[in-house]
């Protein structure tokens, strides 16, 4: 099944650096989904974007969905400890079924402190 | 409120055997769907529901059946267990299609 591109696949920063993330899609998508995963737990939405050239914010973590409709962008400022997880995109395609998300593969964040 | 809940939150099969992983949720929400994740390839749909009644099948639906029988509770089952089904398991739900999900903690499968 289809799957988003998501890079990078890891990342091993130290603590106050910021990180940049991204999904990419050969499709154009009307929703823009950013997840983030901790050990054994499930995935907690950190960004909902719904409009081509959104840029949103929570706290730290800025997100921007695109112009082309076919990427979106996840921004985190001076990463701290706990900021280490599982960073997912996840997207609704434009003429898709809108009851179905699909996601990216995922990048690792590790931050030495 | 306690959000989506999933029960059990480890569990160990034999080939063969059946079994239910429990979901359910408290927000009152009308869509929930199962996905299964696997190393390296993120998040799949196997299946989801619209609504008390109301399932349909997602990205990867075999060996798994679901029903939806009051909007709080959506069950997923293993009809006879075989070791590529070994994943993390992970219920969500949203009040409807288009808005953000919620996901559970998830089911660590193992199949021998």
Known sequence: GQQLNQSPQSMFIQEGEDVSMNCTSSSIFNTWLWYKQDPGEGPVLLIALYKAGELTSNGRLT??????????FLN??????????????????????????????????AVQP | N?????????????????????????????????????????????????????????????????SRSTTEDFPLRLLSAAPSQTS???????????????FGPGTRLTVT
Not at chain 1, 63 to 72: L, M, N, Y
Not at chain 2, 91 to 100: I, V
Request: charged share 15%.
């Open chain 2, 2 to 66: 306690a959000g989506v809940t999933q029960t059990p939150k480890f569990q160990v099969l034999k080939t063969g055997q059946s079994m239910t992983l429990q979901c359910a949720q408290d927000m009152n929400h009308e869509y929930m769907s199962w996905y299964r994740q696997d190393p390296g390839m993120g998040l799949r749909l196997i299946h989801y529901s619209v609504g008390a009644g109301i399932t349909d099948q997602g990205e990867v639906p075999n060996g798994y059946n679901v």
């Open chain 2, 88 to 102: 993390v398991y992970f219920c969500a739900s949203s009040r409807d299609p288009t808005y953000e999900q919620y």
């Open chain 1, 63 to 72: 997100a921007q969905f695109g112009i082309t409709r076919k990427d979106s």
């Open chain 1, 76 to 109: 985190i400022s001076a990463s701290i400890p706990s900021d280490v997880g599982i960073y997912f995109c996840a997207g609704r395609r434009y003429g898709g079924a809108t009851n179905k998300l699909i996601f990216g593969t995922g990048t690792l964040l």
